[in-house]
């Protein structure tokens, strides 16, 4: 109850009923609720697109961030057409800088993107600028797997990075994975950040 100096009870509340004052608290509960459940949405929102963000910069695109602004669709995303297979046919090739393993749990940035390689379509990916991801070619032997891009000239640095997803012939096993002059790729495991992380970038500005 709240009360005056002296002990007296504020007019209004004094001509409250109680359905009334239990609306009134209801109605602020609500409130509350409505504003976390705001507050967490915007959360979401910002690890999704942050998770998108920092896996195609670890992929290699180039920072633009002012320029997407939706990292989750401006900035990596599924391959359309590329696969990795076909016959090498040029003279010298370009390396591949880089591969994930697809094993237990898919990577969760996975869920955001544009046309995500489904579980069972993948045993590694291969992440490359949206510019070279065509010329991709991966070979499959007992020893090794080599994966180069097929063009004479380096890549040039992409905003954009296509994910392709490589379903091997049989387990990875210890057979090691290289590029050009059998040079062997990173294995990089970029992922979603925590929730913690995110809530306090938004809280600070950072």
Do not use: H
């Not at 320029?67 to 401006?74: E, L, Q, R, S, T």
């Not at 994966?147 to 296509?162: K, L, R």
């Amino acid at each position: 109850m709240v009360e005056l100096p002296g002990g007296a009870e504020t007019e209004e509340r004094a001509e409250l009923g109680p359905k009334q004052i239990q609306s009134r608290r209801m109605l602020a509960g609500v409130l509350v609720i409505g504003a976390l459940a705001l507050i967490g949405f915007n959360v979401s929102l910002n690890r999704e697109a942050n998770g998108c963000y920092l896996a195609a910069r670890a992929w290699g695109a180039s920072d633009d961030r002012k320029k997407d602004a939706d990292p989750c669709i401006d900035k990596i995303f599924g391959a359309f057409i590329s696969d990795g297979t076909g016959v090498v046919t040029e003279k010298t090739q370009q390396p591949v800088p880089s591969y994930q393993l697809v094993k237990g749990k898919r990577p969760k940035y996975l869920k955001w993107i544009q046309n995500p390689p489904k579980y069972d379509e993948a045993n590694l990916l291969i992440g490359l600028g949206f510019n070279c991801s065509s010329d991709l070619k991966v070979t499959e032997s007992e020893d090794k797997i080599t994966a180069v891009v097929d063009i004479t000239e380096p890549c040039p640095q992409d905003t954009q990075i296509e994910l392709i997803p490589i379903k091997l012939k049989k387990p990875l096993g210890d057979r090691p994975i290289v590029t050009v002059d059998g040079k062997p790729l990173t294995l990089i495991n970029p992922e979603m950040p925590s929730w913690g992380k995110v809530l306090k970038e938004l809280a600070t500005g950072g």
